[in-house]
């Protein structure tokens, strides 16, 4: 197969570009080779710079559950982009889709749209620990929450060392006050608990973790976890920027019935487009400016071509159950096909 093209392009990146990419699993470090440019999809196919066709098993890592240009989302962004790509001002777009993920959504009773997942994870974080008035944060060792510094610890690459930054330029500081536990282990997490009692503003988990292969969590697992936060008035975040809208239509809390207080979203909310969005229960929503004393902006959230996008996205997600049942037939199709391979 010729990839010339991408070749040439890739070398013309690297002069501008660290690395040639501008997120580094686009380099292919980890599985060798050149990376591919591509320059066009639709549907489950993909075309590269060389013209060559391929089936896309990544979906832009998760947000093109639909597929590439799907006519409903494309005519939603066209319309928007009529109006404008950006007014700095509330739209009536951010508000119809604040009140869809409500909808959708169990344990969402307000949110806040931003332009990542590593922005919604770091924002729930702040507001936990404005909420709480507490430092210190659980994660799990090999579930991955964004670049934010307080995530690169124990990531799912890197060093696995307790307190230990996976990066330069993350502070030792900011390393402790992020506690490790490891996964689907409940005993090992009432421990850091009891050891750092009323310490502890949160605790931030992908429900299913997606970082270190596809780990399930174990039965009573997180509602264990549900059960311990309540005790002992830890904000319980559930990180859903890959299971949101994915498992199904309420994300992993609908599917395994466990309402977190918190719960951060990406990829597919945006339909292809740049959106994050953390929301939850009332009550410490409320604590986000302008309402509340913890600070978060940005110049692009609710941006009206993002949000008629992600509107366009989850509305086809809602009404159509349908869309569920074929992903999951599709699934065990392809995960039967590796397993014979």
Not at 125 to 141: C, E, H, P, Y
Not at 229 to 254: N, P, S, Y
Request: glycine share 12%; proline share 5%.
């Amino acid at each position: 197969m010729e990839i010339k093209k991408s070749k040439d392009l890739f070398n013309e990146a690297k002069k501008y570009i660290p690395g040639g990419v501008n997120s580094p699993v686009r380099a292919f470090k980890a599985v060798g080779g050149d990376p591919i440019f591509f320059s066009k999809a639709k549907g489950s196919h993909m075309w590269d710079a060389d013209g060559n066709k391929y089936i896309d098993m990544i979906n832009s890592w998760g947000p093109m559950i639909l597929g590439h240009a799907n006519e409903v989302v494309e005519e939603a962004i066209i319309k928007a982009v009529k109006g404008s790509t950006s007014f700095g001002a509330p739209t009536e777009g951010e508000v119809t889709l604040a009140e869809l993920i409500c909808e959708m959504v169990p344990s969402i009773e307000k949110v806040r749209m931003v332009n990542s997942g590593t922005e919604a994870t770091m924002s729930a974080v702040r507001l936990a620990r404005g909420f709480t008035g507490r430092k210190k944060i659980i994660k799990f060792t090999g579930c991955y929450h964004g670049h934010g510094d307080s995530f690169l610890i124990a990531a799912g690459s890197g060093a696995m060392t307790m307190g230990t930054p996976n990066s330069p330029g993350v502070t030792t500081g900011t390393a402790k006050d992020t506690l490790l536990a490891p996964f689907n282990n409940l005993e090992a997490v009432k421990e850091i608990i009891s050891k750092h009692n009323g310490e502890i503003a949160c605790l931030i988990i992908e429900p299913v973790a997606g970082n270190m292969g596809c780990v399930l969590p174990e039965e009573g697992f997180l509602q264990g976890l549900r059960d311990l936060c309540t005790q002992k008035g830890i904000v319980l975040i559930f990180d859903e920027v890959m299971t949101g809208f994915r498992l199904a239509r309420g994300g992993a809390q609908e599917l395994y019935g466990v309402k977190p207080d918190l719960t951060t979203l990406g990829k597919i909310i945006g339909g292809g487009m740049p959106v994050g969005a953390y929301g939850g229960r009332k009550e410490i929503m409320d604590f986000v400016s302008p309402d509340g004393p913890v600070y978060q902006a940005g110049t692009l959230s609710g941006n009206p071509v993002a949000m008629a996008a992600g509107y366009a996205t989850l509305s086809q997600l809602n009404n159509q159950p349908e869309i569920y049942h074929q992903l999951e037939v599709t699934t065990k199709k392809i995960v039967a096909g590796y397993a014979d391979t």
